[in-house]
């Protein structure tokens, strides 16, 4: 079964210190990756996206996302956080027109 | 303008009654999506459609029914709901749905709307 994986259902960090949230993914062939960002009842923000190319893929708001073949993972990171992070992260894959979300880690950035 | 908008926000319904939900893109995009989110929990796909044909339909329930008027309108008409269909309903669209070999289109998202079925 193709699936997403999100192995962190909620990451705290401190305002100012780097941030990670984790992703791996089981999906055939070489899907394309995806980060969203869900604010409270509100509906997902692309952040950035893996095609191809460059491991190391910059998106918005400062963040990027490092892709990972052999470890078939796809992490997102910032290197300082912002109390305005503070929301829930969703990661997918794209293939055969079929996007496969993760279960959401939600992020809390602390003062 | 990069913007997906949905009507209304917020819907409350009875078991009873028919509803219908709107989203709107003025993109230019032809594929268009219906996702149901539960709390807390990831968007699941619901239905479809690439030029105003539905394309895909993940086996949802007759009592969810969509349509898509032209380009830039989707639709889902709900009737005869059950409590367990209260979630939050996004619509999203992207530039086309085939990802070729090199190219796959980001989906744009609305804001949703909040449905409680009473």
């Known amino acids: 079964a193709q699936s997403v994986a999100q192995p962190e259902d909620q990451v705290n960090v401190a305002e100012g210190n780097p941030l990670t949230v984790k992703c791996t993914y089981s999906?055939?062939?070489?899907?394309?990756l995806f980060w969203y960002v869900q604010y409270p009842n509100r509906g997902l923000q692309f952040l950035l996206k893996?095609?191809?190319?460059?491991?190391l893929v910059k998106g918005s708001y400062g963040f990027e996302a490092e892709f990972n073949k052999s470890q078939t993972s796809f992490h997102l990171k910032k290197p300082s956080a912002l109390v305005s992070d503070s929301a829930l992260y969703f990661c997918?894959?794209?293939?055969?027109?079929?996007?496969?979300f993760g279960s959401g880690t939600k992020l809390n950035v602390k003062p | 303008d990069t913007e997906v908008t949905q009507t209304p926000k917020h819907l409350v319904m009875g078991m009873t009654n028919k509803k219908s939900l709107k989203c709107e893109q003025h993109?230019?995009?032809?594929?268009m999506y219906w996702y149901k989110q539960k709390a807390k929990k990831p968007p699941e796909l619901m239905f479809v459609?690439?030029?105003?044909?539905?394309?895909i339909n993940e086996s949802v329930p007759s009592r969810f029914s969509p349509e898509c008027p032209n380009s830039s309108l989707l639709n889902l008409h709900l009737h005869a709901l059950q409590p367990e269909d209260s979630a939050l309903y996004l619509c999203?669209?992207?530039?086309?749905?085939?990802?070729?070999?090199?190219?796959?289109?980001?989906?744009?998202f609305g804001p949703g709307t909040r449905l409680t079925v009473l």
């Open positions: 893996y095609i191809t190319g460059d491991n």
């Open positions: 999203a669209s992207s530039q086309d749905l085939n990802s070729g070999t090199s190219y796959v289109d980001t989906q744009y």
């Open positions: 997918a894959a794209y293939n055969f027109n079929k996007f496969y």
């Open positions: 459609y690439s030029y105003e044909k539905l394309s």
């Open positions: 999906v055939s062939g070489n899907p394309y």
């Open positions: 993109m230019g995009h032809r594929a």
